[in-house]
């Protein structure tokens, strides 16, 4: 069964830019979670998508978004980068179902802002 | 914000038992502990969870103490690919996780 992927795994953008990331979950899988993993706040949950709602949310502004489209497959967007948006942006997937779901992730992307 | 204390590093000799504390003090009735671990460069790893029961897998045990305010993850035989970041992380069963700082285990040959 093939894992989280996410695309693009580098990217280099600068300040002012929006830039959008994507991950596939692994299949059959329809929750959908992002973080921010960055040296100095550690990892930080941004949301959670099932059946593309977003159900639970963390505390990041707005220009943070994401959305799930009906195959599961999820985006985030960042708008108006900042340098410190420069980070590892993680997504997990999961079955997403009532009670705990083991979260699966992937290898993140690597987003540096300039 | 992270509802659990871990110290920051440990050190475990390889072959040996780690056995990696972590403090909840204010973990509610309805919430479980979680641990996850993150190898260099890697996303976070499941490792185990329990509600008050200690639980056991093929790669660890947890043990919660019988006021749920503590657990400890045991990792039986720690080789060198155990070295990592190991969270604990309490949640309801609503997949909203919130990390802490984690503990860096590291194990020397």
């Known amino acids: 069964k093939a894992g989280v992927t996410q695309t693009p795994r580098y990217l280099i953008k600068t300040r002012g830019q929006q830039v959008t990331l994507s991950c596939s979950p692994i299949?059959?899988?329809?929750?959908v979670s992002w973080y921010q993993q960055t040296p100095g706040q550690g990892l930080q949950f941004l949301f959670e998508?099932?059946?593309?709602?977003?159900?639970n949310k963390g505390n990041f502004p707005g220009r943070f978004s994401g959305r799930q489209f009906s195959n599961s497959r999820s985006e985030m967007n960042v708008s108006t980068l900042e340098l410190g948006d420069s980070a590892l942006y993680l997504c997990?997937?999961?079955?997403?179902?009532?009670?705990?779901?083991?979260?699966?992730f992937g290898p993140g992307t690597r987003l540096t802002v300039l | 914000d992270a509802k659990t204390t871990q110290p920051p590093s440990m050190d475990c000799a390889e072959g040996r038992a780690a056995n990696l504390p972590c403090n909840h003090s204010t973990i509610s009735g309805n919430e479980y502990v979680y641990w996850y671990r993150q190898i260099h460069s890697q996303g976070p790893q499941y490792i185990i969870h329990g509600l008050k029961n200690n639980e056991t897998n093929e790669m660890a045990s947890l043990i919660i103490t019988e006021d749920r305010k503590s657990s400890t993850l045991i990792l039986p035989h720690a080789t060198l690919r155990d070295t990592a970041v190991y969270y604990c992380?309490?949640?309801?069963?609503?997949?909203?996780?919130?990390f802490g700082a984690g503990t860096r285990l590291t194990v020397k040959p």
């Open positions: 992380i309490v949640m309801d069963n609503n997949n909203d996780m919130r």
């Open positions: 997990a997937s999961s079955r997403g179902g009532a009670g705990y779901n083991e979260q699966f």
């Open positions: 299949s059959g899988h329809r929750s």
């Open positions: 998508y099932f059946s593309e709602t977003q159900r």
